[in-house]
């Protein structure tokens, strides 16, 4: 799928990924809807994007309020040819803890809802659209990109409720790919290892320089821009579909 005039709508886009993500498609001419809670954080990359921007304050995991932001991509560019979701929160809860209190259900419950049932809802109400839209030359109408975790695979102690959400995206990517195939629409994921985000600033240096230092090759965080270029070129490379792809300079999470 082109990037130049075509108009992808990113959730999460506020922050980390996600504005790395929109901006990399901007300078490559693409038309953004920036999806985020975050209001101050959307508007003012969307702001940033000039015309070829738009703000959508809107919560992936709401069905009127994700519509609005697919209206917003609408009425602004007049089509939809992509969608990234970024947008995620991340938990972190023993099943048990140390004074034997078992992990709350709703904080189980909040990260499935985000992170699994907002994905979920973005592609569903995105891919309505994609699919009215006219196909491009090769048959495209459209193409999603989601966000996962290695996590989903090598999920750490305290991980349950993250894991089993980013396992939950990495699970529907090959069905709703077969599906979507009868419109020309493509579903791949990326699995990232451990990023340099406002998502991981929360976590004191040590434990950073720590994450890093696990990953076998190269050994770092990876840059929110290397994150971008691997979504850049799923939206370009007609080939890639149905496929979960980690980025994470081959890291194997330990238990913990
Ligand atoms: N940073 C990492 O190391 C890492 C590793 C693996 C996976 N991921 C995943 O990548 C994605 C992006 O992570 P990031 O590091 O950029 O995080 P981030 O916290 O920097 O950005 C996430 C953005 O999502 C937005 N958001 C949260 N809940 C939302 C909701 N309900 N509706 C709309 N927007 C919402 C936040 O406001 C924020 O702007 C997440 O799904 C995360 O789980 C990140």
Known sequence: MQIKGNVYLVTGGGSGLGQATARRLAAHGARLVIADTDAPAA???????????????????????MQQAIA?????????????????????RKVVDREGEPHPLDLFARAVEVNLIGTFNAIRLAARVMAQGPPNADGERGVIVNSASVAAYDGQIG?????ASKAGVVGMTLPIARELAAYGIRV?????????????????????????????????????????ALAQHIIENAMLNGETIRLDGALRMPAK
């Open 188 to 228: 791949v994921t990326i699995a990232p290892g451990v990023f340099a985000t406002p998502m991981m600033a929360g976590l004191p240096e040590k434990v950073r320089a720590v994450l890093g230092q696990q990953t076998p090759f190269p050994s770092r965080l990876g840059r929110p821009s290397e994150f971008a």
């Open 43 to 65: 508007r003012t990359l969307a702001e940033e994007l000039g015309e070829h921007g738009r703000c959508a304050v809107a919560d992936v995991t709401q069905a009127e309020s």
């Open 159 to 163: 991980q349950a409720a993250y894991a």
């Open 72 to 92: 917003t991509a609408m009425s602004a560019f007049g089509a939809l040819h992509g969608l990234i979701n970024c947008a995620g929160v991340v938990v972190g």
